[in-house]
């Protein structure tokens, strides 16, 4: 399979940006028919100099991911350099917890797999064709260098649907439990790999999570978009007075309710069902005010184009949640879309802070965990971005 070439097209159609793994396919010249879908090929500039190899998949947009940029197998012994690679730079965040992002895609050279390790379980997830066809591969090498006890597939990304793929979720071995308990730093959680959102828990926010022990202490906390309680316990465990959280799902909330108890501050956490952006507007309108709000919402931005209409509900929920913050209090905000840059957030929070009469002030700026690498040739591998910030009344 290896044999294939595709080539890119001359001048500006086909300009190839450089340590980039994805070729659209306009960027293609026509490619050989006999080239089956999601196998391995050979991507040339359009003079014919090698740029490197990657699987090729005419259905999708992205048409080709570049696997390497040397001329070298793909077989499995390249997988297993990979998943040693990645999973060696994770070695260190056992102090802190024992649940990490053991593969991040195209940040360790394996574009459309994710691997995530809870306790003894690891769950994989595998979005594209051509990722697809070296299951086998992938599987031997989860199970010869992360050595977990038990391997969940939870292939059921979106993505899939455009590679021409249908939904797999299934134990690869022996089953264990849908239900996974996991520590970070203090704090314990339970994570529903089989039912909850994408793998099943936010490992991105770690950092963030674990910085609350800085500013909850004292405070009355709301937390918008809770999912299962992870900021809620945290803000607890750190000593904030009260803790209310809110989310729409009400299995998503049961879970909450477990992790609170599972921590022991099930007296100091509220959790509610309602839309968070509802919720808030309710709050506002009975007059009822925190000490910290917490908005890390899903991702509003599905497309480039939608940038300007999610742009708008970011203010809207971001100026509304600084009116509901008593004098001094503290915003946590995030936006977890690579199609929203830094500049753009920063820049509607300040709108949003001069719109509610506010002035705000940075106390930390907050990034995506470790175990999430960001790779300056991808900008696509940067995608969290967050603040907590100090809001006071702006003086007359």
Not at 44 to 56: E, L
Not at 194 to 210: C, E, I, V, W
Not at 253 to 270: C, K, S
Request: positive net charge.
């Amino acid at each position: 399979m290896e044999n294939k070439t595709v080539r890119l097209r001359t001048g500006r159609q086909g300009r190839y940006q450089s340590g980039h793994p994805w070729i659209y396919r306009s960027q293609l010249l026509k490619a050989d028919l006999s080239i089956k879908p999601g196998s391995v090929v050979t991507v040339q500039a359009s003079d014919g100099a090698f740029i490197g190899k990657g699987y090729f998949n005419p259905r999708s947009e992205i048409a080709a991911r570049i696997l390497t940029f040397q001329d070298e197998p793909v077989d499995a012994a390249f997988f297993d350099a990979r998943i040693r690679s990645a999973f060696g730079k994770r070695e260190s965040l056992a102090v802190k917890t024992n649940a990490c992002r053991a593969v991040f895609s195209e940040a360790d050279g394996l574009p459309g797999l994710i691997v995530d390790m809870y306790a003894d379980t690891a769950v994989m997830q595998i979005m594209t064709l051509g990722m697809d066809m070296f299951r086998d591969e992938i599987l031997q090498g989860i199970r010869a260098i992360v050595k977990p006890k038990y391997i969940y597939e939870k292939s059921d990304s979106p993505f899939r649907k455009p590679e021409g793929l249908k939904i797999r979720e299934e134990w690869h071995g022996q089953p264990g439990l849908s239900t996974v308990e996991i520590s970070e730093g203090k704090a314990r959680f339970l994570v529903d790999i089989a039912n909850g959102h994408k793998t099943g828990f936010y490992l991105d926010q770690r950092p963030s999570r674990m910085a609350m022990h800085t500013v909850s202490k004292g405070r009355s906390v709301l937390d918008l978009f809770c999912y299962t309680g992870a900021f809620a316990v945290h803000a607890a465990l750190s000593g904030a007075r009260d803790v209310l959280a809110v989310d729409i799902k009400e299995d998503w909330l049961e879970l909450g309710r477990r992790n609170a108890d599972l921590n022991g501050v099930a007296g100091a956490v509220t959790f509610a069902k309602g839309d968070s952006l509802d919720f808030l507007r309710n709050i506002h309108r009975s007059g009822r005010t925190f000490d910290m709000i917490i908005i890390d919402p899903p991702s509003f931005i599905k497309a480039k184009h939608s940038l300007a209409t999610a742009s708008k509900g970011y203010k809207d929920l971001n100026r509304t949640a600084m009116r509901c913050l008593n004098h001094s209090g503290v915003l946590a905000t995030f936006s977890c879309s690579h199609y929203m840059p830094n500049d753009i957030f920063s820049r509607l929070l300040k709108e949003a802070a001069a719109e509610a009469g506010k002035n705000i002030s940075i106390l930390k700026r907050c990034h995506q965990a470790e175990d999430h690498p960001i790779v300056r040739a991808i900008p696509e591998t940067e995608y969290l971005k967050g603040y907590f910030l100090k809001v006071v009344e702006r003086e007359a």
